[in-house]
């Protein structure tokens, strides 16, 4: 038997990862005396960085009173606050939140309110879901069978439901057409989408799921003009309905509240997380519209579904604080800002880069892909699992990043991620994209010889 250093169960069953024991601003703290700055958020996760005093103060209030009270007996003031505060505008017609604990939660939530709904309207067949490839959606089994992201399936794909099925992303660099306008590419997409409910029947759907910014699984993949639009009205024709997966997209991650806000459309359904409380407490939401919460009112007045940490006092007072610092220190703008600056660094650095492909992204949420050749838009040999080594190579330096493996087809391609915290300054955008040039050229100068 293996000698063991560690009781607790690491991502890696073979390596102990170094302890962190303390963060402050955009940096974290290791045991071992190294500070690393977190250009990634840990995945998109602390948009104010870390030991925030405002919303350590917060908790610490918040724990003093109540920490936690069961749903099925309480609510609370942070949690009707909070909500009050996310959808107390109804923004897009969404009217109501309901707090879980993470990403998956909320994309199972979404899943099953989709599914009551329509049997509470008396349209039961309605059992379909349609999503994308290369996308994620959570690990828990229904959001990982929502999910085309082929690596983490593979295992589970026997326990994967059938009610979902996956159609083209709107990912131009590997699917657009040599010669197709982003119109002519958003029409065949629209046109696949359609051939879907077709094929399905069209009254069998429930609804179309997709992130506006597609996250980890393709890096920071942003959609052509029209391409939300053209699937809000293929889905309002057929009466199905639009869920928009933003758990890392969403909460001013791209420069808006919702990344939807920038695409002219607005979901039946909204799953947010991370963004939501900034990892200061697990915390993600399902938003919903007022017309899907007013027909089961009306109907069994109750959404059968439930876990015990529902709209958690301590997780909701935490994501109130971290939501309150960025619409009073008008964060929003800095994202916008600090976002431009990001665009045009990478730009600068790797614009000309032999063996960056791409630089794409919105907001503070912008990915590289790499390729061995940028004409033939080649991924690198997936056994050479650059992403890791640039990752590796990044951290010995003091830079967390996010890279990713399977970017194209969830084997093939390598892209690195980047979601810095909301509060990073100009020069420490500078010092990340700096950081990630080096460690980028260092891996890739050890794999070219």
């Known amino acids: 038997m293996a000698a063991r250093t560690t009781r607790v169960l690491h991502r890696s069953l073979r390596e102990t990862p170094p302890k962190a024991i303390g963060g402050e601003g955009v940096y974290l703290f290791a045991e071992d005396g190294s500070r690393v700055i977190d250009a990634s958020g840990g995945a998109a996760v602390s948009c104010l960085g870390h030991q925030h005093p405002r919303v350590i103060a917060a908790m610490a209030k918040q724990a003093s009173t109540l920490a936690y009270a069961h749903t099925a007996f309480f609510s609370s003031q942070p949690a009707e606050a909070l909500a009050e505060m996310l959808v107390g505008h109804e923004p897009g017609g969404l009217a109501y939140a309901y707090f879980v604990s993470g990403g998956s939660e909320a994309i199972e939530a979404s899943i099953k309110l989709a599914r009551q709904y329509f049997i509470e309207r008396g349209e039961p067949q309605r059992q379909h879901f349609i999503a994308r490839r290369q996308s994620y959606h959570g690990n828990t089994l229904g959001a990982l069978a929502a999910g085309g992201n082929a690596w983490r399936r593979a295992p589970y794909a026997p326990l994967l439901s059938a009610a979902f099925s996956h159609v083209t992303p709107a990912f131009a660099y590997h699917e657009k057409r040599d010669g197709e306008s982003d119109a002519q590419f958003v029409?065949?997409?629209?046109?696949?989408?359609?051939?879907?409910?077709?094929?399905?029947?069209?009254?069998?759907?429930?609804?179309?799921?997709?992130?506006?910014?597609?996250?980890?699984?393709?890096?920071?993949?942003?959609a052509p003009d029209g391409y939300f639009k053209a699937m809000r009205e293929i889905c309002d024709r057929h009466g199905a309905l639009l869920i928009l997966d933003e758990v890392m997209s969403g909460m001013g991650r791209t420069g808006t509240t919702h990344a939807w806000e920038q695409e002219g459309v607005a979901p039946d359904i909204q799953a947010i997380a991370k963004g939501l409380g900034g990892g200061y407490q697990p915390i993600g939401a399902m938003l919903a519209s007022g017309t899907i919460i007013d027909t089961i009112r009306a109907g069994s007045g109750a959404f059968q579904h439930g876990h015990t940490y529902l709209a958690h006092p301590l997780a909701c007072?935490?994501?109130?604080?971290?939501?309150?610092?960025?619409?009073?220190?008008?964060?929003?703008?800095?994202?916008?800002?600090?976002?431009k600056q990001l665009e045009q660094r990478l730009i600068d650095r790797f614009g000309n880069h032999r063996h960056v492909g791409d630089i794409r992204g919105r907001g503070l949420f912008w990915a590289i892909e790499l390729v061995t050749d940028r004409a033939s838009r080649t991924s690198f040999d997936p056994a050479l699992k650059l992403h890791q080594k640039i990752k590796a190579e990044a951290f010995a330096n003091g830079l967390g990043c996010y890279p990713g493996g399977g970017t194209v087809d969830g084997v093939r391609g390598d892209h690195v991620l980047l979601a810095p915290p909301y509060i990073a300054s100009a020069a420490e955008i500078d010092l990340i994209v700096d950081k990630l040039g080096t460690a980028v050229d260092n891996v890739l100068r050890s794999v070219n010889h």
Do not use: M, N, S, Y
């Open 317 to 339: 007072a935490a994501a109130l604080a971290v939501q309150q610092v960025i619409r009073e220190d008008r964060l929003l703008d800095r994202v916008k800002e600090r976002g």
């Open 187 to 222: 029409a065949r997409l629209a046109a696949e989408l359609e051939a879907e409910f077709q094929r399905l029947g069209p009254d069998t759907v429930a609804a179309f799921l997709a992130e506006p910014v597609v996250g980890a699984t393709a890096g920071a993949v942003t």
